[in-house]
């Protein structure tokens, strides 16, 4: 059974730095890509960023140079470090994986950004 569970969310000033993490279970984090998305209130779930089983990194045009996702194999986790946050990056940041031809969500963290 693949499990993913989100934290390090919170509430946070304009400017400042939060690190997400998404720790697995049931799948090995090294030999698959994952992501990050992010649902706003009222809005659809965007995709934020990925890091692919060669370590490759994608982001969204809105955190590149802010936000960097990175993986730690020794503890089959997922990091998500978001720098210099602003009111729009408020949302729900969940992690997705795909295991053997099924997507794998976890519950989310939420992080809010005040002006």
């Known amino acids: 059974q693949v499990q993913l569970v989100e934290s390090g969310g919170g509430l946070v000033q304009a400017g400042g730095s939060l690190r997400l993490s998404c720790k697995a279970s049931?799948?090995?984090?090294?030999?698959?890509?994952i992501g990050w998305y992010r649902q706003a209130p009222g809005k659809e779930r965007e995709w934020v960023a990925t890091i692919s089983s060669g370590s490759s990194t994608y982001y969204v045009d809105s955190v590149k140079g802010r936000f960097t996702i990175s993986r730690d194999n020794a503890k089959n986790t997922v990091y998500l470090r978001m720098n210099s946050l602003q009111p729009e990056d408020t949302a729900v940041y969940y992690c997705k994986l795909r295991h053997e031809g099924q997507e794998y969500w976890g519950q989310g963290t939420q992080v809010t950004v005040s002006s």
């Open positions: 049931g799948s090995t984090v090294s030999t698959v890509a």
